[in-house]
């Protein structure tokens, strides 16, 4: 058994003997989750049995885009198309300017940085991914485009898209905004605008980028509510390429480092199966595990799991 820390994420590793033998209730460390190595020599029924939930290391949330506005729209909760309404509005009476620009230049990839760094600053265990990929978006920039949003001069939101016309697909990559932004609702009314260049590039998906399969640690419930109630849906991640492959069996044991609630997009009906692209997405294939320690099923009801197989409470002490 082997004891590490991730983002303060205590993780005791173990192999199946020692998951049989409960080995982490021997140590003092305040264990938050109990990982299975070699899980994929496992068959499901024996991690059930042990407790462990398998989900894929990495999801990627993706969308057809329709045929137009409208039809992507019309598809979307009321609260959503509200959203997307306040978030011109507030665009409009603030005269700030909507820009797409094909290629990424140097000086717009550095005025975004000024922008994604902030809101990471502001985040409790933010990664300022964007700043370490810099040199590897400017290697390709006929690779991207952007969506940003200007008051004169100065970005007050970005988003960047990696145009895959292999796969048809306009892919978010990094997305940031200031404070006031956010909260206007800004970035929906962006990414909008983002959809319908990409239909009109010819792509027939967007994709808004890859996230771990939990939401309560590095990323929080919060993006799983924003991508899920704009209509996206998640799949595995590895369709798209064998770095992002793999799994996590894990156990939790506490959530003294994690969200209450937290959120696990499980492997569902996807484990062991053929993944190709874009068949993938054509029906339900995850199930979404609600961790939480009030034993409150209604918990579930919170979160938007239209695109998922099924959902679960799974009670788990603070």
Not at 63 to 70: A, F, I, Q, V
Not at 102 to 126: N, S
Not at 193 to 219: C, K, M, T, W, Y
């Amino acid at each position: 058994m082997e004891i590490t820390e991730q983002d303060g994420l205590v993780i005791a590793s173990v192999n199946q003997r020692e998951a049989e033998e409960s080995a982490w209730k021997a140590t003092d460390a305040p264990v938050d989750v109990v990982r299975l190595t070699g899980s994929e020599n496992v068959d499901d029924a024996t991690l059930a049995h042990l407790g462990f939930v398998v989900r894929p290391r990495w999801i990627n949330w993706v969308s057809s885009l329709g045929s137009s506005e409208e039809e992507f729209v019309s598809a979307l909760s009321g609260t959503e198309r509200r959203n997307i309404r306040l978030g011109r509005r507030f665009i409009q009476d603030e005269k700030l300017r909507v820009d797409v620009q094909v290629g990424l230049t140097e000086p717009l990839l550095d005025k975004f940085l000024v922008v994604y760094e902030a809101q990471v600053a502001g985040m409790p265990r933010g990664k300022n991914i964007a700043r370490e990929w810099r040199e590897q978006l400017l290697a390709a920039p006929s690779e991207y485009t952007s969506v940003c949003v200007y008051s004169g001069t100065t970005m007050v939101a970005g988003s960047l898209w990696w145009m895959r016309h292999k796969e048809s697909i306009l892919q978010l990559r990094f997305s940031a905004a200031f404070a006031n932004a956010r909260s206007s609702r800004v970035m929906r009314a962006a990414y909008v605008q983002a959809f319908e260049f990409a239909r009109e590039a010819g792509l027939n998906f967007a994709s808004l980028g890859n996230d771990p399969s939990l939401f309560g640690h590095i990323v929080q419930p919060g993006l799983f509510n924003f991508k899920s109630r704009l209509g996206f849906t998640a799949i595995p991640a590895q369709v798209f390429g064998p770095t992002l492959a793999g799994e996590f069996a894990d156990r939790f044991i506490s959530l003294r480092s994690l969200s209450d609630p937290s959120l696990v997009v499980t492997w569902g009906r996807h484990r062991g199966m053929p993944l190709i692209w874009p068949t993938v997405m054509v029906r339900p294939g995850h199930d979404l595990l609600v961790l939480s320690g009030e034993p409150d099923v209604g918990i579930t009801n919170t979160y938007r799991t239209q695109g998922f197989r099924e959902s679960r409470l799974l009670t788990v002490p603070g």
